[in-house]
């Protein structure tokens, strides 16, 4: 074989210290400068705007906060109600919702990415589930009230239902987050389990699953932040009634903290705009609890390789 | 069956293949393949890149099968049985045809675990004294033992590479497989692992049937004493390594192993 020489070229050094390299040097050093301040602009908007709604949350609703306000129910007299009717309706909600959403995501997810072929059907089920994620809640009230109330005829205005129709919204989000979680497991472990004689379940039993968890939990948790305030299709299947006492199982009549909010900023008496502002904070601490009990499971679960 | 030092052509076939064809799609990837294992000998698969040497390792304890288009025809036996028949319980057979991968993989667990898994789901041990006995017993054979006694219950994945090579090779051997599948278990090692794995590979060789696939061709004649040299999804020639090495019949084989192309 012959080597072509290549044709004499002079290399001339490259001349840092020309006016023309020294300008782009400081354009680079500006453009960092900029995107830096841009980025931090955005951080002190989206915290801002958090604070601002805490501090005037705080200065209207803290005196609100008492023991009355936090052991009784809903009343006429400003001074009477209470959120624990609706903190306990919440609660009950949201179990129902987990219960129900949770398993059933989870499950349809392993299908969907471990078992299931590739084929138009599942790429139509996915397109479905994204679409489902995505669809306006009132819908969801609508079809909570004609299935769950009108064909079924479970009890009105009940935890049981409200919890039904939240999972339905909460699933698809569960599925979403579950199979991008499962998605994220390298195929290198399922290869390694497979080749000591794993069979398909037990890859996905001991392995798939316990790596994927954080992920699924993270989206878990926010797919029940979302639930937990919502207000539109709760009032759809009634969770809208005054009620006096706190629910005492999933079957009793109740309402649910946003719903609560919703129905106190509508009521007249001056009295009231504290008590909305004080169920405010106590809404704002479940969610800050539900979403810090996210973190702490993400840290505990995650594994690293 | 007498075996003696003085009659090392005495064989004891444990896998036969025959007529292997394997399909991706429409696309064949091994064309009409067939070949022994014999037990106590390591059989070096060697060929450039894209010859099919690993697609045919995985189609030995059907690996492939996790492969949606891929398709085996022709017959790969086990002791006899044909794997591919309808009756072979996959789950048994790769427990008993055991694999060594690539990329390290061990498990996101601690040592311990890496070699309890597989005896643990066929439930090879009766009590934690049994199991402490396997792992021990696998990570000794794996030559590893020594280096990671004091501390079994640290991550697997902490290891260095050779070292986390060497796990795999113990979680392989700890459900005391009787066919051992390595595909390119050192093109991730540096050269000192990679010749503690080749020293692992001899001492190993008494009790199973050892397939290997390997780039390298030194490997191929040191760790084997059958050499099977594929190209282009075809076995071209197969035969005892050192004839390969020294005296090739094939054009192709005696261009590849002389570095000509590959």
């Known amino acids: 074989m012959t080597i072509h020489a290549a044709p004499p070229v002079r290399l001339t050094p490259t001349d840092w210290r020309s006016s023309k390299m020294t300008s782009r040097i400081a354009r680079r050093y500006a453009a960092e400068r900029r995107f830096r301040l841009l980025g931090l602009g955005a951080v002190a908007l989206a915290t801002g705007f958090l604070a601002f709604l805490l501090i005037h949350m705080m200065s ?4 609100g906060l008492n023991w009355t306000f936090l052991s009784q129910s809903d009343a006429t007299d400003p001074a009477q109600v209470g959120i624990w009717g609706a903190f306990k309706g919440s609660l009950l909600t949201m179990v129902v919702t987990l219960v129900l959403s949770f398993p059933v995501g989870v499950l349809a997810a392993l299908y969907l990415e471990e078992y299931a072929p590739r084929n138009r059907w599942t790429d139509l089920i996915e397109v479905s589930i994204n679409n489902l994620a995505a669809v306006p809640s009132i819908i969801f009230g609508l079809l909570g009230l004609a299935i769950f109330l009108n064909t079924f005829h479970l009890p009105r205005s009940a935890p049981l239902v409200g919890g039904l129709t939240l999972a339905l919204m909460t699933m698809p989000v569960i599925v979403i987050a579950g199979r991008n979680a499962i998605k994220a497991v390298p195929p290198s472990i399922r290869d390694a389990a497979l080749g000591v004689g794993a069979s398909p379940v037990q890859v996905v039993f001991h392995h798939v699953l316990p790596l994927a968890l954080p992920g699924i939990l993270t989206g878990t948790i926010i797919g029940m932040a979302r639930a937990l305030g919502e207000t539109a299709p709760l009032l759809m299947i009634g969770m809208r009634a ?9 079957t009793d009549p109740a309402t649910v903290l946003p719903v609560q909010i919703f129905l106190w900023s509508d009521e007249v008496s001056q009295g009231f705009v504290e008590k909305t502002s004080a169920a405010i904070i106590v809404l704002l601490a479940f969610l800050l609890a539900m979403n810090g009990l996210a973190i702490y499971l993400r840290n505990k679960f995650e594994k690293r390789w | 069956m007498i075996h003696t030092q003085d009659a090392p052509l005495l064989k004891k076939v444990k896998m036969t293949a025959r007529n292997v064809n394997v399909f991706y799609g429409d696309k064949q990837a091994i064309n009409d393949v067939s070949i022994d294992v014999d037990m106590e000998h390591v059989t070096a698969l060697i060929g450039p890149s894209g010859c099919g040497k690993s697609t045919f390792l995985r189609t030995l304890n059907r690996m492939n099968d996790t492969v949606a288009s891929a398709r085996v025809e022709g017959e790969i036996t086990l002791d006899g049985e044909n794997i591919y028949s309808s009756s072979m319980d996959v789950v048994q057979l790769r427990a008993r ?24 789901i066929h439930g090879l041990a009766n009590s934690k004294a049994d199991m402490d006995v396997i792992v021990e017993k ?27 090579q060497r796990l795999c090779i113990g979680r392989a051997i700890a459900v005391e497989p009787e066919v051992i599948l390595m595909d390119e278990p050192c093109s991730a090692l540096d050269p000192i692992a990679t010749a503690k794995i080749e020293e692992l590979i001899h001492e190993l060789r008494g009790n199973y049937a050892i397939v290997i696939v390997t780039h390298n061709m030194q490997q191929a004649a040191r760790v084997s004493q059958r050499t099977a040299f594929f190209h282009l999804g075809t076995l071209v020639e197969h035969g005892v390594t050192s004839d390969i090495f020294t005296n090739p019949r094939e054009e192709r084989t005696k261009d590849y192993i002389t570095g000509r192309y590959g």
Do not use: C
């Open chain 1, 60 to 63: 209207n609703g803290i005196s």
């Open chain 1, 242 to 250: 005054f009620i006096a006492t706190p629910p005492g199982g999933v």
């Open chain 2, 97 to 120: 045809v055991g694999m060594v991968f690539q990329k390290p993989n061990p498990f996101p667990k601690s040592i311990y675990e890496n070699v309890a898994y597989g005896p643990r």
């Open chain 2, 138 to 164: 696998s990570l000794r054979r794996a030559g590893l033992w020594e280096e990671v006694k004091d501390r079994l219950h640290d991550s697997g994945t902490a290891l260095s590479g050779g070292q986390q």
